[in-house]
T-cell receptor, first 117, second 115 residues
Framework: GAVVSQHPSRVICKSGTSVKIECRSLDFQATTMFWYRQFPKQSLMLMATSNEGSKATYEQGVEKDKFLINHASLTLSTLTVTSAHPEDSSFYIC?????????????FGEGSRLTVL | AQSVTQLDSQVPVFEEAPVELRCNYSSSVSVYLFWYVQYPNQGLQLLLKYLSGSTLVKGINGFEAEFNKSQTSFHLRKPSVHISDTAEYFCAVSDQNTGFQKLVFGTGTRLLVSP
C-alpha cells in the first residue's frame, strides 16, 4: 500500500519556540493532505486540509496563524506550530489522499508526538 | 453533517474469543465507511473499508465488518482474537456531501485482549 512518512516522530521543545513537522508521501503524489490532532485517549480531530499549491483550509476553531501549513510539492506538506505552549502538546498525524480520487481512502503517517515544556 | 458513534470506549476479551466492536453513523446521503487500527504511539492503519457493493467486507488480520444501511451501522467483528489485536480501533465515515473528501472519526474503542 501507499506509504506516508512523518518526521520527527517525537519532539520536545521549550515554550515559545516553533516546531516544524514534515509529512511526505513516499510512493505516490498527494494533491491533498490532512492534518489531525489527537489528544490522549481521544479521537482524531481534523485541523486542516492542505492542497498543493494553494492555501490550507482550516477547520473551525483552529488558529491558522498558530498552525502554519505549507504544501509546497505533491509529496510534502509541513505543519509548523508557532510559539508553542504546553497546551499544544499533542499527537499530530498527517494523512494523504492518493491519486485514486473517489475511493475516500487515506494513508496515514506514523504521527509526531510534540511535548512543549 | 456526518458523524460517527462508537458506544464502547473499551472492550475486554479473552484470547481466542470472538469480538464485535460497534459503530453507528449518521448521514442522510451515500457514505464510505472505514475501520482503522492504531497501535500505541503510531499512526492509523486501514483494516477495511466499504465503498459500495457487498455489504460484508473482509479486511486484514481476520477482521470483517458488515454495512447495514437500515440500522446505519458498520460493526467490526473477528471470530477469534489474539493478544496482538490489543489496540485502539477507530470507525470513520465520509459522505457525498463532502465529495467523500473528509473523514470523520468516532471516539475509538480500545480492545484489550488478555490470556
Amino acid at each position: 500500500g501507499a506509504v506516508v512518512s512523518q518526521h520527527p516522530s517525537r519532539v520536545i521543545c521549550k515554550s515559545g519556540t516553533s516546531v516544524k513537522i514534515e509529512c511526505r508521501s513516499l510512493d505516490f503524489q498527494a494533491t491533498t493532505m490532512f492534518w489531525y490532532r489527537q489528544f490522549p485517549k481521544q479521537s482524531l480531530m481534523l485541523m486542516a486540509t492542505s492542497n498543493e499549491g494553494s492555501k490550507a483550509t482550516y477547520e473551525q476553531g483552529v488558529e491558522k496563524d498558530k498552525f502554519l501549513i505549507n504544501h509546497a510539492s505533491l509529496t510534502l506538506s509541513t505543519l509548523t506550530v508557532t510559539s508553542a505552549h504546553p497546551e499544544d502538546s499533542s499527537f499530530y498525524i498527517c494523512s494523504a489522499r492518493g491519486d485514486r480520487v473517489g475511493t475516500g481512502e487515506l494513508f496515514f503517517g506514523e504521527g509526531s508526538r510534540l511535548t512543549v515544556l | 453533517a456526518q458523524s460517527v458513534t462508537q458506544l464502547d470506549s473499551q472492550v475486554p476479551v479473552f484470547e481466542e474469543a470472538p469480538v464485535e466492536l460497534r459503530c453507528n453513523y449518521s448521514s442522510s446521503v451515500s457514505v464510505y465507511l472505514f475501520w482503522y487500527v492504531q497501535y500505541p504511539n503510531q499512526g492509523l492503519q486501514l483494516l477495511l473499508k466499504y465503498l459500495s457493493g457487498s455489504t460484508l467486507v473482509k479486511g486484514i488480520n481476520g477482521f470483517e465488518a458488515e454495512f447495514n444501511k437500515s440500522q446505519t451501522s458498520f460493526h467490526l467483528r473477528k471470530p477469534s482474537v489474539h493478544i496482538s489485536d490489543t489496540a485502539e480501533y477507530f470507525c470513520a465515515v465520509s459522505d457525498q456531501n463532502t465529495g467523500f473528501q473528509k473523514l470523520v472519526f468516532g471516539t475509538g474503542t480500545r480492545l484489550l485482549v488478555s490470556p
